[in-house]
């Protein structure tokens, strides 16, 4: 009963946000999301729920770092595949989609988008492409009937929603899935003795190109800086007068 | 016949507007369009789409289309979307579609581009302009292929006008008994509120970690948002202290916003909360630090205590 995480490295939004350059930031991490899908991932296993949680990642020799910190969390396992070019989604959960059939998971969880690209699709795309059933946008999951279904509590715009989906499936995690653990130093220290498996997309039998291609990242135009007023009356007349929204 | 498929979302009493305004995009891109909508028991929201300039409105309706449910809406979405040859599937970014047209794409083999604000075409081709890094940066996209699948910004796009003549319903036909059965609608959480919807709202009151309680949130952000009839936002730290529901969240991973007027409300700006703010045309921010980021970006900037501003203000308006 194996649980598949695949997780992105990503620049670290919080160095981004004070840098004020998301894309240049020398920083990586794994995507916040992802780290909440391995987080829940190693609950499931803790409770007996599973008895291995494999991590799949993309990218060059550099993200081994990312496999090292998901290792050190608690991961078992993990798995880079050895691609280093600027794949689309599609691309991505061909890839994975490979990747899932070498592993035979019961489950399969990952983050509901990286925070980078912003596009959340990678999850859907993998259950469509396997026929599996999905629940996207989780904030939380059960299993029942002897695993043969998960009761999932996803984050709509309307609000919350329950679905069951029968297993495999494919599972994607909000925000308010869990809260990840700290990495321990017995854990890092563990982490350095776990194997890391690097695979190619020859040796998984899948050959993908990416069909989108970023021309250009450019700032958005910035607001003008506004007035500052001073008390409330004023606020209300300029509210009234001058922007005319009351 | 180049044709591009609107996705139409409802929730099974009328149409969602701000799944109309994919509608403006498919103008933008040119060709015919068609409206597609999936559910049951749909004939009046049909019929209240007939006049959006679309070649017509497509409606699978089935009893096992009673609830969205992604494996069976996205095999019948890209049924659709073969039958008719729709070169570009589209829908209004939100829950739904972000549920179910990745799923599609997977499906018709092709590549999706998430959130367009914008296009541009140039020598026949067309690009797509999306926010990327929580709206930091914007990424211009081309996707090769004979189809791709969108979700467009609502508040990228204006809504569009329903003066044409009534077009054609056609109902489209698929095989119930083959839909895939591995998902089972349990339940929703029914919150009424007579509040207007967030994203659609013409004012929206947002708060902050400030705050401090869910009764004061009430009082505070809910008294300012009922005296001007507007909506209830929050920040992401707002609702994880258990002052507002999830889905009150505005910026990166909740809702994009961009009413007439946003008033923020113990708001500092971190960038996530920005980006789902930043079209609003008018963004009032009321602070205690005067070095908030988000005075960087509001239209008036007021410093001060929450907690005596914003009574006066309740005051002030319902005065007026």
Not at chain 1, 90 to 116: C, F, H, S
Not at chain 1, 179 to 204: F, H, M, N, W
Request: glycine share 8%; net charge neutral; proline share 6%.
């Amino acid at each position: 009963m194996k649980i598949l995480v695949p997780f992105k490295s990503v620049a670290d939004p919080n160095n981004a946000i004070v840098a004020g350059a998301a894309v240049s930031t020398p920083k990586s991490v794994i995507n916040p999301f992802d780290e909440i899908a391995i987080e829940e991932a190693l609950r499931i296993r803790e409770r007996g729920q599973a008895t291995e949680s494999v991590g799949v990642t993309i990218g060059p020799p550099a993200v081994d770092e990312q496999i090292r910190a998901a290792l050190a969390m608690g991961v078992d396992h993990a798995i880079r595949i050895d691609d280093s070019r600027a794949l689309d989604p599609y691309a991505v959960a061909r890839i994975l989609g490979a990747v899932v059939k070498r592993e035979a998971p019961y489950v399969v969880i990952m983050g509901k988008q990286a925070v980078d690209d912003d596009s959340n699709q990678v999850g859907q795309m993998l259950a469509g492409l396997l026929g599996w059933p999905q629940a996207t946008f989780v904030s939380k999951v059960e299993f029942l009937d002897d695993k043969r279904r998960a009761r999932c509590t996803r984050e709509t715009d309307a609000g919350l929603e329950v679905v069951e989906v029968n297993l495999p499936a494919i599972i994607t995690a909000d925000l308010r899935l869990n809260e990840p653990r700290y990495v321990s130093l017995p854990g890092l220290i563990k982490a350095r003795r776990k194997p890391i498996e690097v695979l190619t997309c020859d040796q998984l039998g899948v050959t993908v190109r990416p069909l989108t291609t970023v021309l250009s990242i450019a700032r958005p135009p910035k607001r003008a800086a506004g007035t500052r007023v001073e008390s409330v009356e004023e606020l209300i007349t300029k509210l009234k007068q001058e922007a005319k929204v009351l | 016949m180049a044709e591009s498929l609107v996705l139409i979302e409802h929730d099974r009493q009328q149409v969602k507007r701000p799944s109309l305004h994919a509608i403006t995009l498919a103008r933008q891109l040119g060709g015919e369009y068609a409206l597609l909508v999936l559910g049951h028991g749909l004939d009046g929201i049909a019929a209240s789409l007939v006049s959006y300039g679309a070649s017509a409105v497509v409606v699978a309706d089935d009893p096992g289309l009673a609830e969205p449910l992604a494996d069976r809406y996205a095999t019948v979405i890209a049924e659709a979307a073969q039958e008719r040859g729709a070169t570009t599937l589209l829908g209004t970014s939100s829950t739904f579609s972000k549920d179910i047209l990745p799923r599609a794409a997977a499906l018709l083999d092709a590549p999706m581009v998430t959130d367009v604000v914008a296009i541009e075409k140039m020598n026949g081709s067309i690009s797509y302009r999306r926010p990327i890094n929580a709206g930091s940066m914007f990424a211009t996209v081309k996707v090769e292929g004979d189809r791709r699948i969108l979700t467009v910004r609502a508040t990228a796009f204006e809504p569009p006008a329903a003066n044409a003549a009534p077009c054609a319903i056609k109902r489209f036909d698929f095989d119930a008994a083959s839909l895939p059965n591995g998902m089972q609608f349990i339940s929703r959480e029914e919150r009424k509120s007579d509040r207007p919807e967030l994203t659609e709202a013409r004012v929206v009151v947002s708060g902050g970690r400030p705050l401090k309680d869910k009764e004061t949130f009430e009082r505070l952000v809910g008294g300012l948002a009922d005296a001007l009839g507007g909506a209830i936002g929050a920040t992401r730290a707002a609702v994880d202290a258990g002052m507002a529901p999830n889905d009150y969240q505005i910026g990166q991973t909740g809702k994009i916003v961009a009413p007439e007027l946003y008033i923020a409300l113990g708001i500092s700006g971190a960038i996530q909360h920005l980006a789902g703010i930043k079209d609003s045309r008018v963004i009032v921010a009321i602070n205690k630090d005067p070095d908030a980021p988000i005075f960087q970006m509001a239209t008036y900037a007021l410093v001060g205590d929450l907690y005596r501003i914003v009574p006066q203000l309740i005051e002030s308006i319902r005065r007026a």
